[in-house]
């Protein structure tokens, strides 16, 4: 699976791409030249608005995004990947904090890590891998699923 680098300037759009499962490193403040070394060390596509760089023919994996609306920018990643013409993978979700990998964690581990109301109700948890914070699934998955399923057209 292709794995990515944002500029800064697609903040939310790493966030939403590791929320769909895609390995996606964000730095906020991070030079150019940095950027195109590890995306070039990593093997990762580029992801930029920054015709400057995209200009720049140092790296074969670049995806040039031109919109500033988050669901359009995903849409033109997944246009790119050319997923957006067949079923959607369905991918583990990643941290949308640090990009972590997601584990599923026992009742027990992430007691008094959580509000007791989500500990009582919530059916499972995940923890990332790297920074240790919690995720269930609450009332927010629906609208996640539900612009999830708007960007990608499913019904």
């Known amino acids: 699976m292709t794995r990515f680098i944002s500029d800064v300037m697609l903040g939310s759009l790493a966030r939403w791409l590791r929320i769909m499962g895609f390995d996606t490193i964000y730095f906020r403040d991070i030079d150019d ?11 990762r596509t580029l992801l930029t608005r920054d015709t400057g760089i995209a200009r720049r023919k ?9 919109s500033n609306n988050t669901s359009e920018q995903v849409k033109e990643v997944l246009s790119a990947l050319k997923i957006m013409d067949r ?4 991918l583990s979700p990643r941290c949308p904090i640090c990009n972590g990998e997601l584990a599923a964690a026992e009742r027990k581990t992430v007691a008094g890590l959580v509000p007791e ?19 269930w699934y609450g009332s927010h998955k629906k609208s996640i699923d539900s612009k999830l ?3 990608i057209g499913e019904k």
């Not at 140092?58 to 031109?66: G, P, R, T, Y």
């Not at 948890?125 to 995720?135: A, H, I, N, S």
């Open 33 to 43: 030249n940095e950027l195109i070394k590890i995306a070039r060390q990593q093997d």
């Open 58 to 66: 140092q790296l074969q994996q670049l995806i040039l995004i031109h």
């Open 87 to 90: 079923p959607f993978p369905r």
């Open 117 to 135: 109301y989500v500990f009582l109700n919530a059916a499972s948890f995940f923890t990332c891998r790297e920074c240790g914070k919690v995720y």
């Open 149 to 151: 399923k708007q960007i």
